[in-house]
Nanobody
């Protein structure tokens, strides 16, 4: 499956952005989908994940209550709605997919087989 992330940009603190991840090559309904982010010099950080059906969502503590992950399997699309953005949310955001991952490993980047190219999110003061 090929993943294409989009929607990043420059936004002021307190603002909102919506990231999208379009999948092609295979239907995404069989994949757990995740969002991660990375800043230079740091490891890739888990942001959110959503189960195959969309019935379960998981978030890092740093974004819980501010970000919402959702999916549309018919359109092979996963989104990340980001509200109340903070300076520390600045990063390159990546979407990821995996067929076999179990919930215990949703937050572990190495457990995902497929990655998008990343989209830059910059939050300014």
């Amino acid at each position: 499956v090929q993943l294409q992330a989009s929607g990043g940009g420059l936004v002021q603190a307190g603002g909102s952005l919506r990231l999208s991840c379009a999948a092609s090559g295979r239907t995404v309904s069989g994949y757990v989908m995740g969002w991660f982010r990375q800043v230079p010099g740091k490891e890739r950080e888990f942001v959110a994940a959503i189960t195959r059906s969309g019935g379960g969502t998981y978030y890092s503590n740093s974004v819980k209550g501010r970000f919402t992950i959702s999916r549309d399997n018919a359109r092979s699309m996963v989104s990340l709605q980001m509200n109340s953005l903070k300076l520390e949310d600045t990063a390159v955001y990546y979407c990821a997919a995996d067929q076999k991952i179990i919930v215990s490993y949703y937050s572990v980047p190495d457990q995902y087989d497929y990655w998008g190219q990343g989209t830059q999110v910059t939050v300014s003061s």
